[in-house]
């Protein structure tokens, strides 16, 4: 049986930061390898550019990342981001991440784990919260 794989956006990271079980619950599954964690470059870099983000936020995010997969952004990913931000542009809550999440769940059919599931709605069908990845693997 192979392992379960899913694309995460930085609202679990955020999550996990704050104390949502749920999101640490999966982020301790991906540390004891029970699951594979798909995470973009732009969700990292979303996380580094918040204004709270300090040292200690670096150290621990650099601890988490060591325990997932970055995803590469190549060209059929940029040009599906592009596409997917063209396409809902008058939608303010899709931003450059969100779009890049969907383009790589799109290309490697991974499903998609976020702490906000109706910000995917009109995106992505099937995203799913932390709680319900976890008892995917159950």
Same mark, same amino acid.
């Given at each position: 049986?192979?392992?379960?794989?899913?694309?995460?956006?930085?609202?679990?990271?955020?999550?996990? +930061?704050? =104390? &949502? !079980?749920?999101?640490?619950?999966?982020?301790?599954?991906?540390? %004891?390898?029970?699951?594979?964690? /798909?995470? #973009?470059?732009?969700?990292?870099?979303?996380?580094?550019?918040?204004?709270?983000?300090?040292?200690?936020?670096?150290?621990?995010?650099?601890?988490?990342?060591?325990?997932?997969?970055?995803?590469?952004?190549?060209?059929?990913?940029?040009? +599906?981001? =592009? &596409? !997917?931000?063209?396409?809902?542009?008058?939608?303010?809550?899709? %931003?450059?991440?969100?779009?890049? /999440?969907? #383009?790589?769940?799109?290309?490697?059919?991974?499903?998609?784990?976020?702490?906000?599931?109706?910000?995917?709605?009109?995106?992505?069908?099937?995203?799913?919260?932390?709680?319900?990845?976890?008892?995917?693997?159950?």
């Amino acid at each position: 049986m192979s392992k379960y794989t899913a694309v995460i956006d930085s609202s679990v990271l955020l999550g996990y +930061k704050s =104390g &949502h !079980t749920g999101c640490q619950n999966l982020l301790y599954k991906a540390i %004891d390898g029970d699951i594979e964690i /798909i995470i #973009s470059p732009l969700s990292v870099s979303k996380i580094w550019s918040s204004q709270d983000f300090d040292r200690k936020s670096e150290i621990g995010y650099l601890g988490l990342l060591e325990f997932m997969t970055m995803f590469p952004i190549d060209i059929e990913t940029a040009t +599906k981001t =592009g &596409h !997917t931000l063209r396409e809902t542009s008058t939608d303010i809550n899709v %931003d450059l991440e969100a779009a890049n /999440i969907v #383009s790589i769940c799109n290309i490697s059919g991974y499903p998609l784990v976020t702490n906000r599931p109706e910000l995917y709605d009109d995106l992505f069908d099937g995203a799913i919260n932390c709680e319900e990845a976890i008892n995917k693997l159950n």
